[in-house]
């Protein structure tokens, strides 16, 4: 599986970004897809992650509430709705494919796509 995040870019506070990763396979239908960020000097942190049959969804509480993440498997295609984004939203936001959304960190996913940059100014 292939993994091709998009969407990132310069807001301001407040304001709404989508990101989108569009995975290229066979399997992406059977897999669970997930949002990580880091920023420099910190370890990566989960964000969102959808399963496979996009009834279930698991959410940082930093961003719950504000995130909504949500998948077309006709698409192949994850995204991630980000609202009322804050200057701590800031960083690189990688997606991922694994097994399980209930993994939370990062040696529970096993397809990583390259980043897409955040930035959210004051």
């Known amino acids: 599986v292939q993994l091709q995040a998009s969407g990132g870019g310069l807001v301001q506070a407040g304001d709404s970004l989508r990101l989108s990763c569009a995975a290229s396979?066979?399997?992406?239908?059977?897999?669970?897809m997930g949002w990580f960020r880091q920023t420099p000097g910190k370890d990566s942190e989960f964000v969102a992650s959808?399963?496979?049959?996009?009834?279930?969804?698991a959410y940082a509480d930093s961003v719950k509430g504000r995130f909504t993440i949500s998948r077309d498997n006709a698409k192949n295609t994850v995204y991630l709705q980000m609202n009322s984004l804050k200057p701590e939203d800031t960083a690189v936001y990688y997606c991922?494919?694994?097994?399980?959304?209930?993994?939370?960190?990062?040696?529970?996913?096993?397809?990583w796509g390259q980043g897409t940059l955040v930035t959210v100014s004051s």
């Open positions: 396979g066979r399997t992406f239908s059977s897999l669970a």
């Open positions: 959808i399963g496979w049959s996009t009834g279930s969804t």
């Open positions: 991922a494919a694994g097994l399980s959304y209930r993994a939370t960190i990062t040696t529970g996913w096993s397809y």
